[in-house]
């Protein structure tokens, strides 16, 4: 299985709404990635995890909250958005966390914030 | 501080031919990883190819290859024989922090191959 999976594959909320964001591997990699891409531009990297501890947060506003209940799993959750959040959240992970470990995407999350 | 230049916001190549993606990066680090990744409309990124800072050797990866010049901070994607479904925004990308894999991305090149 080299899969990235992530649910749901679109979201909408409101700006009061609470919901999660869920990414799943099964490769037994051990770092996974949280990235924000908003239309016609890179993505951004948000967050990383490595051996489910999280060892990177990149000044992320904290109305997203990320967690790694285990190895395979990682989830983002949402609250109190701003429309100015609503992007393509992608999920990565790598084998390691050092530099020579590629990272493989899911297909991602597509959230409108209204 | 680091960052991947790709120039060359769209181009078009005809079917069957090669075609070469530029990519040019800038880090004071001497460890770091280059990657090559194809996003189509439907959003999925997909690795295409990696390089390591320190391989010899241009990476191949089927009809991929990475022309890895170092002291020009250049790392080239090169498609040869392009098919229509090679049609999607390619990104270069380096990692970089040392042990902890911190990924960049250029602005992307969005390519459209003509039958």
């Known amino acids: 299985d080299t899969e990235v999976t992530q649910t749901p594959k679109h979201l909408v909320m409101g700006m009061t709404n609470k919901k999660s964001l869920k990414c799943e591997q099964h490769m037994g990699h051990r770092a996974m990635y949280w990235y924000k891409q908003k239309a016609k531009k890179p993505p951004e990297l948000m967050f990383v995890?490595?051996?489910?501890?999280?060892?990177i947060n990149e000044s992320v506003p904290s109305r997203f909250s990320p967690e790694c209940p285990n190895s395979s799993l990682l989830n983002l959750h949402l609250h109190a958005l701003q429309p100015e959040d609503s992007a393509l959240y992608l999920c990565a992970s790598s084998q390691g966390e050092d530099v020579y470990n590629e990272q493989f995407f899911g297909p991602g999350t597509r959230l409108t914030v209204l | 501080a680091q960052k991947i230049t790709q120039t060359q916001p769209g181009m078009f190549v005809q079917e069957k031919e090669a075609v070469t993606l530029d990519c040019t990066y800038d880090t004071s680090d001497p460890s770091y990883g280059l990657f090559w990744y194809k996003q189509p409309s439907s959003g999925e990124m997909i690795f295409l190819i990696y390089?390591?800072?320190?391989?010899?050797q241009n990476a191949t990866e089927g009809r991929y290859s990475l022309n890895f010049q170092k002291a020009r901070k250049s790392a080239n994607l090169v498609i040869s024989a392009s098919q229509l479904g090679d049609s999607a925004m390619y990104f270069c990308?380096?990692?970089?922090?040392?042990?902890?894999?911190?990924?960049?991305f250029g602005t992307g090149t969005l390519l459209a191959v003509q039958p």
């Open positions: 995890y490595s051996y489910e501890k999280l060892s």
């Open positions: 390089q390591g800072s320190y391989d010899q």
């Open positions: 990308a380096m990692s970089f922090g040392g042990a902890t894999n911190k990924l960049i």
